[in-house]
């Protein structure tokens, strides 16, 4: 007995062995992948910019501030973020319910319906919101109400863009959890909100910090809709950044509100970090398609019409508003146009940004699911040491820095041999890569190490490699995960803006870049070409995301 213990303990011990080292292999990828393609060029533009009155000036960072308008900048950035993300999660939590636990008609649909503005260029939701809620929109006509001049537009706006990171990434988890724990509680005489609130609350709690983590980064760096919206009242640190960059030409004072917001932001990863492995538990995961059924009792159904009402009237109707602005000049004038080049806005007739969109968008999601399905895998076992924990965070990154400094990083650092890829078209992928594979590793991470760390142990215990326990164990429990980290991908991919519109080529213009270059026109024609082409946007994406979820579907069966 005692040596068949020895030979199960030596082969336990050098199956944990070749676990640590193909955890290593599998973080080389993506850490080759981040200290090229964003370590370096943020680096590269940071330093010019610290560097460009003829040195280094680290005490510019105290004379920046101090100045009493970036002090106000910092403390809006800051508490818009974290109203923004509870107000999201006040919102959203009960759809990720509805669709991960009640079936319904029509549900495929309107999952694929609630992604499409979170892809969605930001100049374009907050143009949508400034039709609904300033002067002359909906509100105003209907009420004689205005938002334009209050930060409630931008809190909206923010809801509206981030709904979906909510529901996708919380009711991922939620469908697959086992609900006869929860029954088990009520059987015990739990109250159905005692319930959920001493079991699936805390199962979910990983999940519902990525969100929120998410969410915080995106508004904390938003930049399209507080121009937009904010006018010259309200400014966020990436703002100021692209005013700091691209109007007043100061590089310096740009590079110090960079290092700020980096810093602000590897804060925030960190503490997230800390407090999700502490409250990280293995989990039992079912086949999420056995979990959804039909409303039952006032309460869910009343809970259904609710949420309903809400995705109608914060995400349908500002969809709605942008479609008819498409369709107000006779005979699809504004559509017919984006078939001509005017040779002014475009080297070629706008239509074409839809395929070249797509193409990027595909690449870019084969990238982003390569990285980030690599990263997920390697940060699975809860034995890793620091500096894997570390790259947790650091894999967050790109959705917290500034997405200007990482275009123009880009452009300075990467137009040299080897690296010179100025002039090649897998920029841009590589670009919206960067935005993606946050979203892969933080849809599957939940869910890799909600899996039973035991099952892995056992499987390389009798032999199995790690390759075989990646196929075996983890792949049939995270499939469904990975297709829902793919079209989150996809979506980020097809609607990134921030560093792809300098990077993009003249010849071959994103839909977002080609949207945001005619609403820099003036001009009733330029204006309904830009809702046109968003409108298109919105179909392009609705129907990718709907062949996902049909996909996705019809292979939850297989596990």
């Given at each position: ?5 020895t ?11 070749a ?27 940071v330093?010019r ?22 002090r ?20 959203a ?30 100049v ?32 909206l ?8 990171v ?12 086992d ?32 969100a929120?983590l ?43 509100l ?17 407090t ?63 078939t ?11 239509i074409?940004a ?49 997405a ?13 041999p080897?690296l010179?890829?100025r002039?090649?078209w ?27 760390h035991?099952?892995r ?61 005619l609403?820099?026109r ?8 830009a ?6 946007l ?22």
């Amino acid at each position: 007995m005692d040596l068949a213990r020895t030979e199960v303990s030596e082969v336990s011990g050098r199956g944990s062995r070749a676990g640590s080292a193909a955890r290593l292999g599998l973080m080389a990828v993506p850490v080759a992948f981040f200290a090229v393609f964003f370590a370096y060029p943020v680096a590269a533009i940071v330093a010019r910019g610290l560097g460009a009155d003829g040195g280094w000036r680290f005490g510019a960072l105290w004379d920046v501030l101090a100045q009493s308008g970036i002090r106000h900048v910092l403390w809006f950035t800051t508490w818009q973020a974290l109203a923004s993300t509870a107000l999201t999660l006040l919102v959203a939590l009960p759809a990720a319910y509805v669709f991960a636990r009640l079936e319904f008609p029509g549900r495929q649909v309107l999952r694929a319906v609630v992604t499409v503005p979170f892809v969605l260029p930001t100049v374009v939701v907050g143009t949508a919101f400034l039709a609904l809620v300033g002067r002359g929109g909906l509100l105003d006509v209907l009420w004689g109400v205005r938002l334009d001049t209050t930060v409630w537009a931008i809190l909206l706006a923010h809801v509206f863009f981030n709904y979906a990171v909510v529901v996708r990434t919380v009711g991922g988890l939620w469908s697959q959890l086992d609900p006869r724990q929860e029954e088990a509680a009520r059987m015990l005489g739990a109250s159905r909100l005692t319930a959920w609130r001493t079991v699936t609350l805390p199962a979910l709690g990983p999940a519902v910090a990525a969100a929120a983590l998410m969410v915080f980064l995106f508004t904390f760096t938003s930049f399209g809709v507080v121009q937009i919206l904010g006018g010259p009242t309200f400014s966020t640190l990436e703002v100021e950044i692209y005013r700091q960059t691209s109007e007043i030409f100061d590089l310096s004072t740009a590079a110090v509100l960079t290092l700020v917001q980096f810093a602000a932001v590897g804060a925030i990863l960190g503490v997230h970090a800390w407090t999700v492995r502490r409250r990280e538990s293995a989990l039992r995961l079912v086949d999420a398609s056995t979990t959804a059924r039909r409303p039952r009792g006032a309460g869910q159904w009343a809970l259904l019409a609710g949420v309903l009402a809400t995705i109608a009237v914060l995400l349908v109707l500002p969809l709605a508003v942008l479609a008819q602005r498409s369709f107000d000049a006779p005979g699809f004038a504004y559509y017919r146009a984006l078939t001509r080049d005017d040779g002014n806005v475009f080297l070629v007739p706008p239509i074409e940004a839809i395929g070249n969109s797509l193409e990027y968008a595909v690449v870019a999601t084969a990238i982003a699911v390569l990285v980030g399905g690599l990263a997920a895998a390697a940060l699975t076992r809860r034995d890793a040491g620091r500096l894997v924990r570390g790259f947790d965070a650091l894999l967050m990154l790109p959705l917290g820095v500034s997405a200007v400094t990482v275009g123009f990083g880009f452009l300075i650092a990467l137009d040299e041999p080897p690296l010179d890829l100025r002039g090649t078209w897998i920029l841009v992928p590589l670009a919206q890569a960067l935005v993606g594979v946050p979203f892969v590793v933080r849809t599957m991470l939940p869910v890799l190490r909600a899996v039973d760390h035991r099952l892995r142990e056992a499987a390389a215990v009798l032999g199995a490699s790690p390759w075989r326990v990646w196929r075996e164990v983890d792949l049939p429990m995270v499939r469904r995960a990975l297709l829902v980290a793919a079209g989150f991908a996809f979506a980020v991919s097809l609607g990134e803006f921030g560093a792809t519109v300098f990077i993009a080529r003249p010849d071959n213009p994103t839909l977002p870049v080609a949207v945001a270059r005619l609403l820099g026109r003036a001009g009733e024609l330029n204006y309904g070409q830009a809702m046109a082409l968003s409108t298109i946007l919105m179909v392009v994406c609705a129907v990718a995301l709907l062949v996902l979820e049909r996909l996705r579907t019809d292979r939850a069966g297989d596990f």
